[in-house]
């Protein structure tokens, strides 16, 4: 086998306190309902995951091609601060038709949003829509309103022509 390997994106996992209540939460806001739900325990589930005997629960829901996996462990290790400049830290983005709107409903509903929706100016996000709200735990979930740029084949022919890490987009408003 030559590398490198092929993929495509299948899931993402979210530890969570509470899987109902997260349940209920990713269900309310988005309208995600669970695919399939696992209770996994024992050796395998240890070894798998390297960690100490422990049970957890999980559901998948389905979000388009992609899956948001919510996972809740007994017991409890200890909550993560919930910053993004943690290493790993890992969110979501949803792409959202209209994020005007899309906020002032989510707002209504009481929504914790960090800002109003900022839209991008420079280069390949130009016209992009962007604002981040937390879930039930605090975790970041981003919401995109895309400009044309923002698209995945546009950022797929962008790296095929190879991107200046040297010159970034600069974000500084």
Same mark, same amino acid.
């Given at each position: 086998?030559?590398?490198?390997?092929?993929?495509?994106?299948?899931?993402?996992?979210?530890? $969570?306190?509470?899987? !109902?209540?997260?349940?209920?939460?990713?269900?309310? $806001?988005?309208?995600? /309902?669970?695919?399939?739900?696992?209770?996994?325990?024992?050796?395998?589930?240890?070894?798998? %995951?390297? %960690?100490?005997?422990?049970?957890?629960? &999980?559901?998948?829901?389905?979000?388009?091609?992609? &899956?948001?996996?919510?996972? =809740?462990?007994?017991?409890?290790?200890?909550?993560?601060?919930?910053?993004?400049?943690?290493?790993?830290?890992?969110?979501?983005?949803?792409?959202?038709?209209?994020? =005007?709107?899309?906020?002032?409903?989510?707002?209504? !509903?009481?929504?914790?949003?960090?800002? =109003?929706? %900022?839209?991008?100016?420079?280069?390949?996000?130009?016209?992009?829509?962007?604002?981040?709200?937390?879930?039930?735990?605090? /975790?970041?979930?981003?919401?995109? !309103?895309?400009? &044309?740029?923002?698209?995945?084949? =546009?950022?797929? /022919? &962008?790296?095929?022509?190879?991107?200046?890490?040297?010159?970034?987009?600069?974000?500084?408003?």
């Amino acid at each position: 086998m030559s590398l490198p390997i092929p993929v495509t994106f299948h899931h993402c996992g979210i530890t $969570v306190s509470n899987l !109902e209540e997260s349940i209920a939460w990713y269900s309310k $806001v988005f309208g995600l /309902k669970p695919g399939v739900a696992l209770e996994v325990s024992g050796p395998s589930g240890e070894r798998v %995951l390297r %960690l100490p005997p422990h049970t957890h629960r &999980a559901v998948l829901l389905p979000v388009g091609d992609f &899956a948001i996996e919510l996972l =809740e462990f007994d017991p409890v290790r200890r909550p993560m601060d919930m910053r993004q400049d943690d290493i790993g830290y890992v969110y979501i983005c949803f792409v959202v038709d209209d994020l =005007e709107d899309v906020y002032a409903r989510l707002v209504a !509903e009481g929504i914790d949003f960090h800002t =109003e929706p %900022l839209t991008a100016e420079e280069g390949q996000i130009a016209d992009s829509k962007f604002c981040v709200m937390r879930d039930p735990d605090g /975790k970041t979930i981003e919401l995109v !309103e895309r400009g &044309a740029g923002m698209y995945v084949s =546009e950022l797929h /022919k &962008a790296a095929e022509q190879g991107v200046d890490l040297s010159d970034p987009i600069v974000m500084d408003g």
